[in-house]
């Protein structure tokens, strides 16, 4: 995964995104997510496995836990104010 390459989710069913994104990230840096990876995070296989997946959807996913995987994966969240591209119509900024 290019070093460059950055996602922007704007709808809370972009987890799907997010959780592809985590997945080639963690292939990416060659860490298995039952030997490696949800103990060197300090989270939950199936938490992970389901994030990833995109089928945590309805359940979601607590921000601290999220925070962990980022870190895991040496990634962080950064929170901007959208684009006008961005917005969706009839929304205020």
Not at 23 to 43: H, L, S
Not at 47 to 62: A, N, P, W
Request: hydrophobic fraction near 40%; charged fraction near 30%.
């Amino acid at each position: 995964m290019p070093k460059d390459l950055e996602l922007v989710l704007r709808r809370p069913d972009d987890l799907e995104a997010l959780g592809g994104y985590l997945r080639t990230r963690r292939r990416g840096i060659g860490m298995a997510v039952a030997k490696d990876a949800a103990p060197y995070m300090g989270v939950g296989f199936r938490l992970l496995v389901e994030l990833e997946s995109g089928t945590r959807g309805k359940r979601g996913v607590t921000l601290a836990k999220l925070l962990k995987i980022l870190e895991g994966l040496g990634l962080e969240l950064a929170v901007r104010p959208r684009t006008k591209a961005g917005r969706r119509a009839g929304t205020r900024p």
